[in-house]
């Protein structure tokens, strides 16, 4: 992995970061790869459309083929 770029969608009033963001993933066919968590995070889960499992509110997508063999996250 010689270039990360991160891109950050956290939802405002009009959802407008999240849809964004949403639309990169989907566009670039992006994996789940892992999740953020803390103290000072809310203890929250999300779930909705069609997928019925519960989701952790701060989560982290990659192209699979750019994950290197030693990150420390995991895809489900």
């Known amino acids: 992995m010689s ?4 891109i950050e969608g956290l939802p405002c009033v009009d959802l407008i970061g999240k849809i ?7 566009q670039l066919d992006m994996q789940y790869f892992g999740e953020v968590s803390g103290d000072e995070l809310p203890q929250i889960a ?7 499992d519960v989701k952790p509110p701060v989560r982290l997508f990659a192209d699979v083929g750019q994950i290197h063999p030693q990150a420390s996250g995991h895809p489900p």
């Open 3 to 6: 270039e990360l770029v991160i």
């Open 46 to 52: 999300l779930f909705g459309g069609p997928d019925p």
């Open 20 to 26: 964004a963001t949403d639309h990169i993933i989907n």
